[in-house]
């Protein structure tokens, strides 16, 4: 089984990531279709983001709930994109994470990959002692899942595949700037709210330090 290979790209621009992106699940689909069989070869971003809303294909654009004078206010940028699932948020202090992999050769399908994303985020935020779930009909993890006056989300996750190979992600909220999720309808749901380690914890935490668990729980986990 192949380990992830990592690379931390740090802070970069949405846009310029998602082009990066494409063009490295490009590189990997063509190695898949050159060999004509599944390939270990993969690559795994961790960055953050600058303030940046995206919609899911699926996505109700009635969600955000603020107009581009007001983006431009706070120097935060929109994008219709490629990933199922609906509206979130990107910026400093979240934890982003794109896996490109041929699901194929991990022998996983869609559902089966989003779960043991989900169970890799639950085993990272446990290293801080926070208690993740999962929410029945949403993906991502969930504290409190099943209290509807209590559940919220930490991390949000949306993919994409094309020919069994991946791209997009998860999105960890370590250190971010909750308020940014009151312009938005989180995921679409009106009626839960967000949450992050920070929050939960009462103290930042160490982006360098997280980095070496989500490594370490990825390639445990898969």
């Excluded at 690559?43 to 709930?65: A, K, P």
């Excluded at 699901?103 to 801080?128: R, S």
């Amino acid at each position: 089984m192949a380990s992830f290979q990592f690379e931390d790209l740090g802070t970069k621009d949405y846009k310029e990531c998602w082009d990066y992106q494409e063009s490295l699940m490009k590189g990997v689909i063509d190695e898949k279709l050159s060999q004509k069989k599944p390939t270990s070869k993969n690559h795994f971003l961790l960055v953050e983001h600058h303030h940046v809303y995206t919609l899911g294909r699926s996505g109700d654009t009635n969600n955000l709930l603020v107009d581009k004078d007001f983006l431009n206010k706070i120097k935060a940028t929109y994008y219709k994109i490629d990933r199922g699932g609906d509206i979130t948020y990107h910026g400093p202090g979240q934890l982003v994470g794109y896996p490109i992999i041929d699901l194929e050769y991990f022998h996983l399908g869609i559902k089966q990959y989003i779960g043991k994303m989900e169970n890799a985020i639950i085993e990272i935020i446990g290293q801080y002692g926070i208690k993740g779930g999962l929410k029945k009909g949403a993906t991502g993890v969930w504290l409190d899942a099943e209290d509807p006056s209590k559940a919220r989300k930490i991390c949000a996750i949306g993919v994409r595949a094309s020919r069994y190979v991946t791209m997009h992600g998860f999105a960890l909220n370590v250190n971010t700037d909750l308020k940014y999720f009151g312009y938005i309808n989180p995921c679409g749901f009106t009626d839960y709210g967000v949450t992050s380690i920070e929050k939960e914890t009462g103290k930042k935490t160490d982006m360098e330090e997280i980095k070496e668990f989500t490594k370490e729980a990825f390639n445990k986990i898969f």
